[in-house]
């Protein structure tokens, strides 16, 4: 028999499947906003800080980290509030976009893109750790890097297994501690150097001649780097008690907390280049080399980098764990997060991942954005608010999201559309701009644009009118 915490795991793991009544939700603004915030701020965010101090100008990227970040967020999130009013998560919803079975494959799809983030995680706890250890003298070999990465996997795995409960207390101890190493970040990269080392600095050669191209190139990284999350962006606002709080969580907790970190990054990197000559977005290097004593610092740093990646990595498991639940929901929870810290290691044996962030980044976005976009104009445009929970959870008798055994293809059709407009404008892998006109959009925005419109055109045809909208005689709600 299952003991009282395997229960409980079963029990928040089937909140991806079931409908969250309203005197089940958990959270109000404040807990939501942590533990999304806490998604979002790990270590990886310097990672991204640095890779855009190599595009821009501080100045621009303070703008476009902000700004680019939260007028994304602002507009592709707007369907959480169809995860609080429903109490589901939006891969419940996307069958109607893809149908029950092709929401399966866009999950596996999404995770196989996605979940590389976790890798960049453990690969910066790794590298983390071997710097501490080496401030007090202990050289670890290069075969304990991956080991490393691994641990900082399997203990984020461990908290996931544990349930919502255990991931609520770790952010509430987790955001505050992170907010008090970014903190310091800033206030030690701005007074190791002068002030205006870091306010007027600009990159040397970013490699490109034209300079509006880093500039959008950097929009485009900002564009990337909040859509990448719409994979788990319902996980925690399905549980939020009002719609408002569920959405400006969301908004806020991903695109202020994450851009504040993303800042501090650059902060780091550009006053780390200023004394040593080269870019670092490990904090612990930083510190120790602009800060003394390094020992003071070592063991408080210990704590905060290990606290960061391990959270971050137990929020992301117990989100993607259950979206795929969402999809396979005869699966088991636990197998589900071990299922995905077992591609995590993978990535950490590999070790390239944080090598190729910036194509890795641009080529999750490829897919991340027209998906983005069917949720949206499905939503708001072409089913109008209005779901049929019956035939979306498979109940006997109604079928409106079978389509063609299983799958839409008209959601698909316009999927593969979306990654053609990104790449018609823009390489990811060789950084080669195909039309400088369309990239003024930016990949991500163009292919978010473009597929809507698209969806949204072809809605309007009456026989794929009919296709898509076979729910509105089983409308209830």
Same mark, same amino acid.
């Not at 870091?198 to 909040?226: H, L, R």
């Given at each position: 028999m299952?003991?009282?915490?395997n229960?409980?795991?079963?029990?928040?793991?089937?909140?991806?499947?079931?409908?969250?009544?309203q005197?089940?939700?958990?959270?109000?603004?404040?807990?939501?906003?942590l533990?999304?915030?806490?998604y979002?701020?790990?270590?990886?965010?310097?990672?991204?800080?640095?890779?855009l101090?190599?595009?821009? /100008?501080f100045k621009?990227?303070?703008i476009?980290?902000?700004l680019g970040?939260?007028?994304?967020?602002?507009?592709?999130?707007l369907?959480?509030?169809l !995860?609080?009013r429903?109490?589901?998560d939006?891969?419940?919803w996307?069958?109607?976009?893809f149908?029950?079975?092709?929401?399966?494959?866009?999950?596996?799809?999404?995770?196989?893109?996605?979940f590389?983030?976790y890798?960049? $995680?453990a690969?910066l706890?790794?590298?983390s750790m071997?710097?501490?250890?080496?401030?007090?003298g202990?050289?670890f070999?290069?075969s304990l890097?991956?080991?490393?990465?691994?641990? $900082?996997?399997?203990?984020g795995?461990?908290?996931a297994y544990?349930?919502i409960?255990?991931i609520?207390?770790?952010?509430?101890?987790?955001?505050?501690?992170?907010?008090?190493?970014?903190?310091m970040?800033?206030?030690?990269?701005?007074?190791?150097?002068?002030?205006?080392?870091?306010?007027?600095?600009?990159?040397?050669?970013?490699?490109?001649?034209?300079?509006?191209?880093?500039y959008?190139?950097?929009i485009?990284a900002n564009?990337?780097?909040?859509?990448t999350?719409?994979?788990?962006?319902?996980g925690?606002p399905?549980?939020?008690?009002?719609?408002?709080s /569920?959405?400006?969580a969301g908004?806020? /907790?991903?695109g202020?907390? %994450?851009?504040?970190? =993303?800042?501090m990054g650059?902060?780091?990197a550009?006053?780390?280049?200023?004394?040593t000559?080269?870019?670092?977005?490990?904090p612990t290097?930083m510190?120790?080399?602009?800060?003394?004593?390094?020992?003071?610092?070592?063991?408080?740093?210990?704590?905060?980098v290990?606290?960061a990646n391990?959270?971050t990595?137990? =929020? /992301?498991?117990?989100?993607?764990g259950v979206?795929?639940?969402?999809?396979?929901?005869?699966m088991d929870?636990? =197998?589900?997060?071990?299922?995905?810290?077992l591609?995590?290691?993978i990535?950490?044996?590999?070790?390239?991942?944080v090598e190729?962030?910036g194509?890795?980044?641009?080529?999750?976005?490829c897919?991340y954005?027209?998906?983005?976009?069917?949720?949206?104009?499905?939503?708001f445009?072409?089913?109008?608010?209005?779901?049929?929970l019956?035939?979306?959870?498979?109940? !006997?008798?109604?079928?409106?999201?079978?389509?063609t055994?299983?799958?839409?293809?008209?959601?698909?059709?316009?999927?593969?559309a979306?990654?053609?407009? !990104?790449l018609l404008?823009?390489?990811?892998?060789?950084?080669?701009?195909?039309?400088?006109f369309?990239?003024?959009?930016?990949?991500?925005g163009?292919?978010?644009?473009g597929? %809507?419109i698209?969806?949204y055109?072809?809605?309007r045809?009456?026989?794929i009118r009919?296709?898509l909208?076979?729910?509105?005689?089983?409308?209830?709600?």
């Amino acid at each position: 028999m299952k003991n009282n915490v395997n229960r409980e795991v079963e029990k928040e793991a089937i909140f991806g499947i079931i409908p969250i009544l309203q005197n089940e939700k958990l959270y109000g603004f404040l807990d939501a906003f942590l533990i999304l915030s806490g998604y979002c701020i790990a270590t990886w965010s310097y990672t991204q800080g640095s890779y855009l101090a190599t595009l821009v /100008g501080f100045k621009q990227l303070l703008i476009g980290a902000f700004l680019g970040a939260i007028l994304m967020l602002a507009i592709y999130q707007l369907p959480v509030i169809l !995860s609080v009013r429903y109490g589901i998560d939006i891969w419940i919803w996307l069958r109607s976009v893809f149908g029950k079975r092709g929401v399966k494959v866009m999950t596996v799809v999404i995770i196989i893109i996605n979940f590389p983030w976790y890798a960049v $995680c453990a690969e910066l706890f790794s590298s983390s750790m071997t710097n501490l250890a080496a401030l007090f003298g202990i050289v670890f070999p290069d075969s304990l890097h991956a080991f490393l990465g691994i641990l $900082c996997v399997l203990i984020g795995t461990f908290i996931a297994y544990k349930g919502i409960g255990a991931i609520t207390w770790t952010t509430r101890v987790l955001v505050p501690l992170l907010l008090s190493l970014g903190v310091m970040v800033v206030i030690v990269g701005f007074t190791s150097v002068p002030f205006d080392v870091i306010w007027n600095y600009k990159p040397e050669n970013t490699g490109y001649s034209n300079n509006i191209i880093p500039y959008i190139i950097s929009i485009e990284a900002n564009f990337a780097f909040v859509i990448t999350l719409i994979g788990g962006m319902s996980g925690v606002p399905r549980l939020t008690k009002k719609e408002n709080s /569920g959405f400006w969580a969301g908004v806020l /907790g991903q695109g202020l907390s %994450g851009s504040l970190f =993303v800042v501090m990054g650059a902060v780091m990197a550009i006053a780390m280049q200023y004394v040593t000559g080269k870019m670092v977005d490990d904090p612990t290097v930083m510190l120790a080399t602009l800060t003394v004593p390094a020992f003071a610092l070592a063991s408080l740093l210990l704590l905060l980098v290990a606290f960061a990646n391990i959270g971050t990595q137990a =929020v /992301g498991s117990y989100l993607y764990g259950v979206m795929l639940k969402s999809s396979f929901k005869k699966m088991d929870y636990r =197998v589900l997060i071990m299922i995905l810290a077992l591609y995590v290691s993978i990535l950490c044996v590999w070790g390239k991942i944080v090598e190729f962030f910036g194509s890795f980044l641009t080529v999750s976005a490829c897919i991340y954005a027209p998906v983005a976009a069917l949720l949206f104009v499905d939503f708001f445009f072409v089913r109008k608010q209005k779901i049929s929970l019956r035939s979306a959870f498979g109940m !006997s008798g109604y079928n409106a999201y079978d389509y063609t055994r299983g799958i839409n293809w008209i959601g698909f059709l316009c999927v593969a559309a979306g990654i053609f407009m !990104s790449l018609l404008i823009y390489n990811p892998i060789t950084a080669e701009v195909h039309n400088i006109f369309l990239f003024y959009f930016t990949p991500t925005g163009f292919s978010f644009l473009g597929t %809507g419109i698209l969806y949204y055109g072809l809605s309007r045809i009456p026989f794929i009118r009919r296709y898509l909208l076979r729910d509105r005689k089983e409308l209830t709600v």
